[in-house]
């Protein structure tokens, strides 16, 4: 009798080890490695010793005809647009957020308009009773809709079930970390569980052509729980964020192998659930203070969508050995070269202050584009002079001082000019960006002749004289 063979998984990062141990080599995390029978999971089972003969499959060229992939369009355009145009059938999508952020709301919404739209959904949920998921449904004006509902965690009644109702359109499972497998020996929640349940669920929305939306839960930094895998083997990976202070969620494309990687939708959280918010610009600007020192107006760019949001910062005097440096909504890491890059070339000392800086409304910024704005807010906050109040900034910074042009100019100053916005600080060079709006604005070449002109307060003028004369 062949002898039984563990191993051991750590359930932070999926890392196999061959002994137990108090601190996972790969990841660092404490206490996370968990002893479980490599029989189980996929492949696994009191058969996995009878070895099948391979059957060959057929093979074809590069070359043929090509058809878009259908779609599933539910009606929500802003969860429309970070699909990349609708949910494709035969899809895997993966969907995570903090707890109570909303996720369950927004997928029951989504739901209820697939349905409206006469598509088939079934709606799982794994960690509330169907009465919990019904009282949800009336309050956001869903019970009246023809989705189907179940509470289960067992993944091969799930797929019976699945089986006996003929193929749905959408199938929605609220959470992957409930779900459990027989094929699998470990508790539910645990990496081999996971996996297992992902990937029953994966094949049967790839064999049937129904589309599969999977909620995941998050950890502490804010990365969906489980092993990385999941989210290799699902076709796209959404994420649901938003600030609890704060009445609007973004949900965010990490992942898409339909469409783009880099679009947001935005919506509005109220009582009666998730409203989409089809010009976020207005949203991130509506309480702005514009005779403050310290803020500038970012055109920013996400996927498709421009986006306007202001940028505040607060440059004070430090009574400690090392100034303090707070961010909020931007990465630390680029504010700091900035403030280098402000040291050298221009001469501005902030070794002696402490900056604080934040993206008004819980926005959070990946972009480098943002490097002028923030520049700008942090000179203006030092100098106590507020800047021009219809002029909104983008452009990235070079370590050498110089400003260097970033993409789509055209389209951040056609959202500006809607807003309101008259002029713009650009970089020097800029393509593709309209006359008109080009006479209004302030090319800037290097990030000195920026310091210069707020310093001396004559930020747009000095372009304009040029140009008059």
């Known amino acids: 009798m062949a002898k039984t063979r563990t191993q051991f998984i750590c359930q932070n990062c999926g890392t196999v080890h061959t002994r137990w141990a108090g601190k996972c080599d790969a990841c660092g995390e404490w206490n996370t490695i968990v002893e479980e029978d490599p029989a189980g999971g996929i492949g696994g089972g009191p058969g996995r010793q009878v070895k099948r003969k391979g059957r060959a499959v057929a093979l074809t060229s590069l ?6 992939a259908p779609r599933i369009v539910s009606g929500i355009a802003e969860l429309d647009r970070v699909t990349g145009g609708g949910i494709v059938r035969g899809s895997a999508l993966l969907v995570g957020g903090d707890p109570g952020i909303g996720k369950s709301t927004l997928l029951m919404q989504a739901a209820a308009a697939l349905s409206r739209r006469k598509h088939s959904v079934i709606y799982v949920s794994g960690e509330e009773a169907v009465a919990q998921v019904r009282l949800r449904a009336q309050r956001l004006g869903a019970a009246d809709t023809d989705v189907k509902l179940a509470a289960e965690t067992n993944v091969e009644d799930i797929l019976a079930t699945l089986a006996t109702n003929g193929r749905p359109d959408l199938v929605i499972l609220d959470s992957v970390q ?3 497998t027989d094929a699998a020996e470990s508790a539910p929640g645990t990496v ?3 996996r297992a349940a992902s990937q029953a669920m994966i094949r049967f929305a790839k064999s049937t052509g129904a589309a599969v939306i999977l909620v995941g839960h998050v950890t502490k930094e804010g990365q969906i729980a489980g092993p990385r895998v999941v989210e290799h083997m699902v076709d796209g990976v959404l994420y649901f964020e938003g600030e609890g202070g704060h009445h609007y969620r973004i949900l965010r494309t990490v992942k898409n192998r339909f469409g783009p990687t880099d679009e947001i939708g935005v919506f509005e959280m109220g009582s009666s659930g998730l409203r989409e918010v089809a ?4 949203l991130f600007l509506g309480e702005r203070n514009s005779n403050a020192p310290g803020a500038a107006v970012f055109a920013g760019m996400e996927g498709t969508r421009p986006v306007l949001v202001e940028i505040q910062a607060l440059v004070a005097p430090t009574s400690l050995g090392t100034p303090r440096r707070a961010v909020v909504g931007w990465d630390s890491a680029r504010l700091a070269m900035v403030i280098a890059v402000l040291e050298a070339h221009c001469g501005v000392r902030l070794g002696q202050h402490d900056v604080y800086l934040n993206v008004a409304g819980g926005y959070r910024i990946t972009e480098p584009a943002a490097d002028v704005a923030v520049a700008a807010a942090l000179v203006s906050s030092l100098a106590g002079l507020a800047l021009p109040s219809d002029c909104v900034y983008f452009g990235e910074i070079s370590l050498s001082g110089a400003i260097r ?6 389209q951040r100053l056609k959202e500006a000019d809607k807003l309101g916005f008259k002029s713009a600080v650009m970089p020097k060079g800029s393509q593709d960006v309209p006359e008109n709006s080009r006479k209004n604005s302030a090319e800037i070449a290097d990030l000195p ?7 001396g307060g004559s930020l747009l003028t000095r372009e304009r004289d040029t140009d008059e004369n």
Not at 63 to 68: A, K, L, M, V
């Open 63 to 68: 070359s043929g005809d090509i058809e878009d």
């Open 178 to 180: 409930t779900l459990w």
């Open 192 to 194: 081999t569980q996971v």
């Open 279 to 282: 010009n976020p610009s207005e």
């Open 405 to 410: 042009p970033v993409s789509h100019a055209a």
């Open 449 to 455: 002749d920026l310091v210069a002109r707020i310093a």
